[in-house]
T-cell receptor
Framework: GQNIDQPTEMTATEGAIVQINCTYQ??????LFWYQQHAGEAPTFLSY??LDGLEEKGRFSSFLSRSKGYSYLLLKELQMKDSASYLC??????????WGAGTKLIIKP | IAGITQAPTSQILAAGRRMTLRCTQD?????MYWYRQDLGLGLRLIHY???????GKGEVPDGYSVSRANTDDFPLTLASAVPSQTSVYFC????????????FGPGTRLTVL
């Protein structure tokens, strides 16, 4: 079967750095997405990786290793507004997105 | 309209009733999707449409139907609602650039009693 694993919950301190990991086992790979979802709101697109390596976008970076079936989302200079769930999704060989359950990130002052 | 809209925002429904969730986008995206999101689970695809006039089944299609008469609208119908269909429903659409990123509507919170 297809599987996306992420930690259920993480806690970090305002101003710090946090890394959210995602491991996947899917039938085929056509890209990996990270989305942010604030409580009661829709998921919003953060990043896309299809080749190995690091993609940087402001305070957020995303890394991919296809050989290891692994990605992480790195958030720097954490702000209170970063408190949200972070969803990892992989596009499989049928071009459908397979979603992880999400990681709830709690930021403390 | 800017992006994707969904209606209603929330609904409480008696079991056995018929319900249609509406989704409209103004981005001229060809592909549209319906997901449900339940606590502790990832988003699960119900139905999708790659272009107007075509639809396909996702991971959890039973009890749901869709239609795609035009590019902008993609309604989801529950023919006879059951309590297990209590969930938050998200509609999404995607462009066809190199990433084919999906963009989501605000969601409909549905409770079936």
């Amino acid at each position: 079967g297809q599987n996306i694993d992420q930690p259920t919950e993480m806690t970090a301190t305002e101003g710090a750095i946090v890394q959210i990991n995602c491991t996947y086992q899917t039938s085929g790979f056509n890209g990996l997405f990270w989305y942010q979802q604030h409580a009661g709101e829709a998921p919003t697109f953060l990043s896309y990786n299809v080749l190995d390596g690091l993609e940087e976008k402001g305070r957020f970076s995303s890394f991919l290793s296809r050989s290891k079936g692994y990605s992480y989302l790195l958030l720097k200079e954490l702000q209170m507004k970063d408190s949200a769930s972070y969803l990892c999704a992989v596009r499989d060989s049928n071009y459908q997105l397979i979603w992880g359950a999400g990681t709830k990130l709690i930021i403390k002052p | 309209i800017a992006g994707i809209t969904q209606a209603p925002t929330s609904q409480i429904l008696a079991a056995g009733r018929r319900m249609t969730l509406r989704c409209t986008q103004d981005m001229r995206h060809n592909a549209m999707y319906w997901y449900r999101q339940d606590l502790g689970l990832g988003l699960r695809l119900i139905h999708y449409s790659n272009t107007a006039g075509t639809t396909g089944k996702g991971e959890v299609p039973d009890g749901y139907s869709v239609s795609r008469a035009n590019t902008d609208d993609f309604p989801l119908t529950l023919a006879s609602a059951v309590p297990s269909q209590t969930s938050v429903y998200f509609c999404a659409s995607s462009d066809e650039d190199s990433t084919d990123t999906q963009y989501f509507g605000p969601g409909t919170r549905l409770t079936v009693l």
